[in-house]
T-cell receptor
Framework: QKEVEQNSGPLSVPEGAIASLNCTYS??????FFWYRQYSGKSPELIMF??SNGDKEDGRFTAQLNKASQYVSLLIRDSQPSDSATYLC??????????WGAGTKLIIKP | NAGVTQTPKFQVLKTGQSMTLQCAQD?????MYWYRQDPGMGLRLIYY???????DKGEVPNGYNVSRLNKREFSLRLESAAPSQTSVYFC??????????FGQGTRLTVV
């Protein structure tokens, strides 16, 4: 059974600080890695994707991938109250089917 | 640009009733998906269609059927609704390995 694990939270971070969200996966053949943000009552929307080991930066967001450790993370710098949401990690295997984590609820405190 | 359009947004069914959830995408994506989302369990794949004319079971297909009507449309049918099917349902589409786009969701309650 292919699995994607996330800490359910809630993760509480002060406004302006760095929020660090983590995800581990079980399938060593995984090829693609996605972070989605989901506001309460809304549908998921893509924040970042990463395919290669290392870091990928996009504005305040940085995705980090370590395939040897089967670990992917999302850093949010200068956290804002509008970043409060549930963050879903999704991992694509060799057939590109996505396996989803249960999500981490992030709360940014003003 | 509508993206993925999913109807209805809300539905209440009595146990044993049937219904069809409709989904259409205008992004020319080959792949379409139906997920359910329950509290604390993330997104679970019900059925998917990798291309027009094909459908396959996902993680939780029991109690559901699907139809890929054409490249744009992918419907999900509950033949005899059960309380265990109370959930939020999302339709999504993507290009294989690419970004998935989601519909706005259907909140289904079976009483």
């Amino acid at each position: 059974q292919k699995e994607v694990e996330q800490n359910s939270g809630p993760l509480s971070v002060p406004e302006g600080a760095i929020a660090s969200l983590n995800c581990t996966y079980s399938d060593r053949g995984s090829q693609s890695f996605f972070w989605y943000r989901q506001y309460s009552g809304k549908s998921p929307e893509l924040i970042m994707f990463i395919y290669s080991n290392g870091d990928k930066e996009d504005g305040r967001f940085t995705a980090q991938l370590n395939k040897a450790s089967q670990y992917v993370s999302l850093l949010i710098r200068d956290s804002q109250p509008s970043d409060s949401a549930t963050y879903l990690c999704a991992v694509g295997g060799s057939n590109y089917q996505l396996i989803w984590g249960a999500g981490t609820k992030l709360i940014i405190k003003p | 640009n509508a993206g993925v359009t999913q109807t209805p947004k809300f539905q209440v069914l009595k146990t044993g009733q049937s219904m069809t959830l409709q989904c259409a995408q205008d992004m020319n994506h080959n792949s379409m998906y139906w997920y359910r989302q329950d509290p604390g369990m993330g997104l679970r794949l019900i059925y998917y269609s990798a291309s027009e004319g094909t459908t396959d079971k996902g993680e939780v297909p029991n109690g559901y059927n699907v139809s890929r009507l054409n490249k744009r449309e992918f419907s999900l049918r509950l033949e005899s609704a059960a309380p265990s099917q109370t959930s939020v349902y999302f339709c999504a589409s993507d290009t294989l390995g690419g970004e998935a786009f989601f519909g706005q969701g259907t909140r289904l309650t079976v009483v």
